[in-house]
Structures are given as C-alpha cells and as structure tokens.
C-alpha cells in the first residue's frame, strides 16, 4: 500500500505494468507540474516524462493522502477517483512491448487514425481495469468509497468506435473484447493496429498465406483499419449522433479488414503452388503492393515501409500523447 504523494508517483509506472501484465514502461522516472491555468490536465512528452497539472491530479492526490482513512462523500471521491484515472491512463500509454518504446511511433502518431485509436485504447483499458490499480496501490484503505465512485470519462467521442471495433473482432476471433484489448494496450501507437490484424490473420489466412508474405499482409489488413478510424477525429463528445456514428465507424473499420482479407485469401487461394514453394525456402516473396484480386481486379492498398516508425531522422515532433 502507498501511503504519500512522493511514494505514488514513484510507482505508479510498475504498478501500471503489473495490472496490465505489459513487458515495460517507457516511463523515465520523471514527472513535472504542469502550469496552473492551462487547459491540459496531463501528458506524456516522447522523452518518457509525464505532465500533471497542479489542480486537477496533484493537489486532489495530496489532498487525499493528507486525509488518510476518513470518510469522505461522492463529491470529494469523483475528484480523488477521476485524478487516479488520469494518472493510470498516461501510465497506459507509456506500456511497450518488447524491444520497443514510447518513441517509435513518432510518425504513426501524428496520423489521425492512430490518434483516435490510441487514444480510445488507452481510455477504454483505463475504464476497465482502474480498480484493480487502485486495489494494486491499496487506495481503498487509504480513501474508503474511491472504488464505488465513477470518475468522469474521456474521449467519449473515440471511445465507441473501440468499442464496436472490440466486439466484432472479438466475435470474428473467438475472444472477449476484453482479452483483445488487453492485448493492444500494452503496445505502443504504431502496433496497436497490427495486433488487431494478426489475430485476424491467425484466423482466416495463417493456412492459406506463404510465411515469408505474413508481414506485409497484417500490414494491410492493418492499413485497411485506418480509414473509419480517421473520420472520428474531429467528433464532438457532446453531440449525441457523432457518439452514434463513431459507433458505426469501428464497425467499419473491422468491414474493410475483412474486404481486405478476402483479397488476399483470393490471391493465395490461387497460388498455393507458390506458397508451398516459399514455405520450402526455394523462392522469394513476391510483390504483393501491386496484387490484383483475380476476381475484382481491385489494387491493393501500398505497403508500410519497415522503417516507418523510426526513419532515423529529426522530423518536427507531433502532438503528444495526452488525457
């Protein structure tokens, strides 16, 4: 159990990787106070440093620890509560796998797809599994009720989209939406897509695609994810039919997977001749940027680059993640 301030902050980013089951955080024991009067509650700068401002999160968590075990009523427990979430949820976004960090998506962030998604992972894991952070930290001891509250939610306007997107790939996998978010929470920006592509790959092509073209078809199983996503970035949270239709966007976004899995299920299924080649090690990939479906003689959508979270350069920094 945690018992100040000072002890929280240290451990908020190892607790956040045992809830989560996550290899590491990119967190890099570093945070700092954000100025009063500014309208950002928190943020993760790409160096690995967390932002907090001072009324929203660090002086309701001081406040709490300064009051110890007393009784307190739901008022007081929405603002302790909704300061926690925002901590666990920068946390969330500092989770990488391995061998990779906050800082490879610089790129992939800055797109509006990624945004989106990230940002509705990370919050709808923050929605999911804040209790079992607070019950890691022992915080119900130290502020009785702050389980029982129900903190305020972010993103209301990207949250939908996950969620529909979570329960049709969960459907078309055989997993619990929840097991299939976990699975993309504790990944940076840049592979949260790919996650979601793998298991569908595993699904429907794992059988039918050579493994030496594994790569570059969840890669555009991946891209074809992108678009719905894309068009809920400037929903209003407040307007009842953005909320509505961003619902219908991750639905979508699961529609153009499977359109594109078709085409490449078609491909393969017309050239098992060659996939049997390459899985014996006899030949090279093919070019699959330029693969026609033999029945809708459809492009297919480019490749990613394999560089492309990291290009080895100094680009201008996008926005960074934030609450």
């Keep these: 159990m945690v018992s100040s301030l000072a002890e929280l902050m240290q451990v908020q980013a190892d607790v956040t990787v045992a809830v989560m089951h996550a290899h590491h955080s990119s967190w890099n024991k570093r945070y700092e106070v954000l ?18 401002h001072p009324q929203d999160v660090i002086e309701p968590l001081q406040e709490m620890f300064d009051r110890a075990y007393l009784q307190h009523d739901n008022e007081t427990l929405d603002r302790y509560r909704e300061a926690l979430r925002t901590v666990f949820h920068e946390n969330i976004h500092l989770l990488a796998g391995p061998g990779t960090s906050l800082t490879f998506p ?14 509705a992972v990370t919050e ?27 903190a305020p939610h972010a993103y209301g306007a990207y949250v939908p989209a996950v969620d529909a997107f979570l329960e049709a790939v969960g ?9 299939v978010i976990q699975r993309m929470a504790v990944v940076n920006a840049a592979e949260k897509f790919p996650v979601a592509a793998e298991l569908l790959y595993t699904k429907h092509l794992s059988q039918l695609v050579p493994e030496v073209a594994k790569a570059d078809a969840i890669s555009r199983i991946a891209e ?48 098992q001749d060659l996939r049997r080649t390459l899985d014996a090690g006899l030949g090279a990939t093919p070019p699959l940027q330029n693969t026609q479906s033999p029945t809708s003689g459809a492009t297919a959508p480019p490749r990613r680059s394999p560089n492309h979270p990291q290009a080895h350069r100094d680009p201008p920094r996008p926005a960074e993640p934030d609450r």
């Design 35 to 52: 100025p009063h009067g500014g309208n950002q509650v928190s943020k993760v700068r790409w160096d690995g440093t967390i932002l907090y």
């Design 106 to 119: 610089l790129d992939a962030y800055e797109g509006k797809a990624h945004k989106v998604f990230e940002e």
């Design 124 to 150: 709808r894991t923050t929605q999911n599994e804040l209790n079992k952070y607070i019950d890691e930290l022992g915080l119900e001891k130290i502020a009785p009720g702050v389980s029982a509250v129900q």
């Design 171 to 179: 459907a078309e996998v055989g997993l619990e939406a929840a097991e």
């Design 224 to 271: 074809a994810m992108h678009g719905p996503f894309a068009t809920v970035y400037d929903y209003d949270p407040k307007d009842p039919s953005d909320v509505r239709v961003s619902a219908l966007a991750g639905r979508s976004a699961v529609r153009k997977a499977s359109e594109e899995i078709q085409k490449l299920a078609e491909h393969w299924s017309a050239n």
